[in-house]
Structure formats: C-alpha cells, structure tokens
C-alpha cells in the first residue's frame, strides 16, 4: 500500500512526513512518500494534502501543480482514501474568503472564513493546544474522546453549511471545525503531526481506513 503526501510547495512537509511513515511502520500499513509526480499520485492507495500559508496562494499553487489532475481523479472517480491537513482541509470547501475570494475543490458543504470570537480577549491566529468535542463518530476518530487535546496554527476557519460533515470540533470563542469527513475525504484543521499520541492515532486511524 501506499501512501503520498503531496508536495505543491505549500506544506511543511518533513514533520508530517516523519510521522506518517512512523505509524506506517507500526501498523504495517505499507510505504508513505512525499512526492509531487502526478503518476505517483495516481497509483497512490491514500492522499494527503497538507498547506501552510495563505488560501488563494495554496488554492493557485495546488491548481497549478502537475499534481492536481491526477489527485481529482484517484478522489472523485477513484475513490481513494484523502485527508486535508490544515489549508489543505480548507480547500476542501466550496470557497475560501481570505483576503479575495478564491474557490475550493468543493468537496465539503462548508466555507471558508476568518476566525471571530466572541470574546475579544481571545488572540487570533488561534495557535496552541485546544480540547477537541466529537460530534459524529468515525474511524478516523477511534480511540480519541472529547476533552483529548490537539495542535493548532490558524486564523482562518471552515463556517460549516451542512454540519453533517463536521465530525469534531473545538471551542475558542465560538464553534471551530476541527475534522470534517465527507465520503472518502476527510480533513484535520490542526496539525496531527505536533498533536502528539492524539494526533498519531488519528494518523494511524486514516492509514488503516477503507471508507
């Protein structure tokens, strides 16, 4: 089996990578390989998309990639197993509104928006550790209970239109989609890779699904 981390230039890669292929190796579940060669992305078992930065910058560089084709294709019409990871769980939705208004893949009934608490006391970008509520079981969820604690690095945040496909999310002044699961993609806002034993069966949990 494996497993590809897409490179478009838009992700920190090697943490994510060195966990991925960790989990791999505990579970037996095959090879993970970063890679920005579209046919590696079209044999892949298993896509991750991470992204670091600004929406409409990953959204063009993503379009722009040798990979994006390939990777459409093994989701949409091929089924195969996906998982966004911060930016890359926000381009799954309809459109992203950060600083212009720049459309997602679509995959998820949900638009992206700039993170408003309430409270004013409460610092954006929302950055550190925050307790997770499952709303929905799922897999990907397996073993992680509300309360369990994750990593997060963001100021933008995915508004839900259909919260069927939120699965989890966390509290920082208002509700912040945390995981997002549609069919067979899903999407974590928070780092899973810097979320330590929570974050690790979460990876391992996506490594071993079949949707």
């Not at 992206?112 to 079981?137: A, C, F, Q, Y």
């Not at 496909?165 to 920082?172: F, M, S």
């Amino acid at each position: 089996m494996l497993t590809a981390i897409i490179d478009y230039e838009s992700g920190n890669l090697h943490s994510a990578e060195k966990a991925f292929q960790r989990m791999a190796r505990e579970l037996d579940a095959g090879e993970v390989v970063v890679t920005d060669a579209p046919d590696v992305v079209a044999r892949a078992d298993r896509l991750v998309l991470p992204g670091d930065g600004a929406f409409p910058a990953c959204a063009r560089a993503l379009r722009h990639s040798g990979c994006f084709e390939a990777m459409v294709e093994a989701v949409t019409a091929k089924g195969r197993p996906f998982l966004g990871i911060c930016v890359g769980m926000q381009l799954m939705a309809r459109v992203g509104h950060e600083y212009e208004e720049t459309p997602g893949l679509g995959w998820v009934d949900g638009e992206v928006e700039k993170i408003l608490p309430e409270d004013p006391s409460l610092k954006v970008p929302h950055m550190g550790w925050n307790e997770l509520v499952i709303d929905r079981p799922h897999p990907v969820l397996d073993g992680v209970k509300s309360g369990d604690h994750a990593y997060f690095v963001h100021s933008y945040q995915m508004r839900m239109l259909n919260t069927d496909h939120r699965l989890a999310h966390v509290d920082y002044g208002s509700t912040v989609t945390a995981v997002v699961g549609q069919g067979n993609m899903l999407g974590f806002q928070f780092h899973p890779e810097k979320s330590a034993d929570t974050g690790l069966r979460m990876i391992g949990n996506f490594l071993t699904w079949t949707p």
